[in-house]
């Protein structure tokens, strides 16, 4: 897995990182292949002395790849193996050491990063074959042909690439045999140093060879001016390269970003979602690119330079460093932390906060392997300090996100329903377009099985409208009349007539769609009239609210009720105060004044349970 996006980012940021690796093709001579004397000068114009293979990196794309079909027998995926190994032979052509190593045992760590994703794997393949069954149902109980998926041969199961299986057992002793034939047979393999690490050894295959390097920087007579050559697809491989601390060190992939074009071509094969199988898609490996890793510590080197440091500046120290900061953006072991987002610019970050702390340590973060705790709580407590923003954009971002999708949801709903096609949330699995063979494929929205009753529907919608207004127009001149319904009678025989004439009917049937488009475009016009209407309504309604809550909240509620007391302290001193008919008045006025007041006081209080306006 290594560390996603790494690889795109340091090549985006430092673009001097890699070069084309240069790959000479064998000769064909009538009809037989020459292969490549990779005992010959390197044509990429440096010479390389060790190759380390990172065998589970050529095992997989080997045994199910992604732009071709993946062998049918195990042996002929152990050819494709041998194949893959001759091509790295022929560009990297190492002088003294070959190591292969396959991945054994993994850590506890890595065991159960490996079980979550294989799991996970597992429950997204059964989710997906219900979903499926469940649409099959469902078609099938509204009576819809379902074209059913052609039978595929048995996949090759990817879990079988793990120690402990028969295929890893037959895997490591087909290597040795292409070993031993190699070193017999092939110039370019005389005198090379061969070493096969299988998956009885414990440990990853990167990790395995790392340690091959470490000892053997620590063996006397070694070389320190050896150049290295990695292969491998984990991006993590950049960092445990740096680590080594040697001065020539490469990284040999594949270009993963690589987009085939049509005029290349190299392999042949059929295509397997035609029905012919003589049809002949051509493909073309993708090429190799060399990352070089002295041109990262330079490049290192240059951005992390500062002159206002208290003590020794020593760019290999500032290279564990870097590394070590690295690995809080996750790796095979250790989760990113949340905040923390290669594609948001997560290592810049770090970096920053390293400039502006570093003068402050005394010292370096790590020291051959130790680290300083007490740094690195410096770091995190001023990483911290940026979550929250580094959240809030993350949400803005995921609304902005959404908001496309759902305006494009929107574009797409709106181009179906211009182009004709019914409501229908399973129309994908309802037609296929790829079996059309006329020429309306891209014009006709739709598979019209019965062309005839289509064009009779549309025309006699079309012309009761024209009928209808044709006759309030002209009612008192009846040969127009008569030539309505004679045109009408034509138009509802029109299958027939364009079927005596000879006549292609796909012209009406665009006719039809063109005036269906006219006619949905008018509606468009109108319903765009109309929703400026009602947005002009809802703001006068909401102004009219403001402005009603506004009174209601300045409304002499004391002041009022003042003068109700005074009148009736009047009414009650004079000729009628001890009449009963004012005694019945009097009470029922003190109610209605309870009552207005306990009123007036809840709309002021809640004037939305009152007041109520139809929002659009």
């Known amino acids: ?125 059964k989710i997906k074959a219900e979903e499926e069954e469940r649409e099959r149902e469902e078609m099938e109980k509204r009576g819809e042909t379902i074209i059913e998926p052609t039978k595929e041969k048995v996949k090759f199961d990817s879990n079988c690439i793990t120690p402990g299986t028969p295929f890893m057992d037959k895997l490591s002793r087909y290597l040795k045999y292409y070993v031993n034939d190699r070193l017999n047979n092939n110039p370019g393999w005389k005198g090379l140093k061969v070493i096969l690490s299988d998956a009885g050894v414990p440990g990853e295959g990167e990790h395995k060879i790392m340690d091959f390097i470490r000892r053997q920087r620590n063996s006397e007579g070694y070389d320190p001016n050896t150049h290295h050559v990695m292969y491998g697809l984990d991006a993590d491989l950049i960092m445990l390269s740096m680590a080594t601390h040697e001065p020539h060190f490469k990284i040999i992939r594949e270009d993963v970003f690589y987009q085939q074009t049509k005029n290349d071509s190299r392999n042949h094969y059929a295509d397997p979602t035609r029905q012919d199988e003589t049809s002949i898609v051509e493909v073309k490996p993708k090429p190799f690119l060399f990352f070089h890793i002295n041109i990262l510590k330079e490049y290192l080197e240059a951005e992390l330079k500062m002159d206002n440091l208290p003590f020794l500046y020593d760019v290999e120290r500032i290279v564990d460093d870097w590394v070590f900061l690295c690995f809080f953006v996750g790796n095979d072991f250790l989760p990113h932390l949340p905040s923390l987002e290669i594609r948001e610019g997560a290592i810049d970050t770090l970096v920053n906060i390293y400039r502006q702390l570093l003068p402050t340590f005394g010292g370096y973060i790590t020291d051959s392997g130790e680290i300083n705790l007490d ?122 007539l364009i079927e005596l004439n000879g006549t292609n009917p796909t012209t009406s049937n665009r006719e039809l769609l063109k005036r269906k488009r006219e006619n949905l475009k008018a509606s468009a016009e109108q319903n765009r009239d109309i929703v400026a209407q009602k947005r002009a309504n809802r703001l006068k309604n909401q102004a009219a609210a403001a402005e009603l809550r506004a009174g209601i909240n300045n409304l002499p509620l004391d002041m009022t009720l003042n003068n109700i007391d005074n009148l009736l302290q009047k009414v009650s001193s004079g000729p009628l105060c001890d009449d009963k008919i004012f005694a019945n008045v009097n009470e029922n006025v003190n109610k209605t004044i309870n009552s207005l007041n306990n009123l007036l006081i809840d709309v002021k209080t809640n004037p939305r349970r009152y007041v109520h306006f139809s929002i659009f």
Do not use: W
């Open 375 to 496: 740094h690195v709580k410096e770091i995190m407590v001023k990483l911290g300090e940026l979550e929250d923003q580094v959240f809030r954009e993350r949400r803005k971002k995921e609304e902005r996100y959404r908001e496309m999708l759902k305006k494009k949801r929107h574009d797409h709903d709106q181009r179906r329903k211009e182009l004709g096609y019914k409501n229908d949330k399973n129309y994908k699995n309802k037609n296929n377009f790829s079996s059309r063979k006329d020429d309306m494929k891209d014009d006709v929205p739709q598979i019209l099985k019965e062309n005839e009753t289509f064009i009779e529907n549309s025309n006699s919608s079309d012309n009761k409208s024209t009928n209808s207004d044709d006759k309030k127009a002209s009612s008192d001149e009846k040969k127009s009349s008569t030539d309505e319904k004679k045109s009408s009678l034509e138009d509802k025989n029109l299958p027939q």
């Open 1 to 125: 897995m290594g560390v996603p996006a790494l690889f795109r980012y340091l090549t985006n940021k430092y673009p001097k990182l890699i070069s084309a690796a240069v790959e000479e093709s064998p000769a064909v001579v009538d009809g037989f292949e020459i292969p490549v004397d990779i005992s010959k000068p390197n044509p990429n114009g440096f010479e390389n002395d060790n190759l380390y293979l990172d065998m589970n990196g050529i095992v997989h794309p080997c045994t199910h790849p992604e732009d071709k079909p993946p062998p049918d027998t195990e042996e002929e995926m152990i050819i494709e193996v041998f194949k893959y190994i001759d091509r790295l032979m022929n560009m990297v052509r190492p002088r003294k050491l070959l190591y292969m190593a396959i991945d054994g045992v993994a850590p506890r760590a890595k065991m159960n990063q490996q079980r979550s994703r294989r799991f996970r794997a597992a429950l997204d393949a």
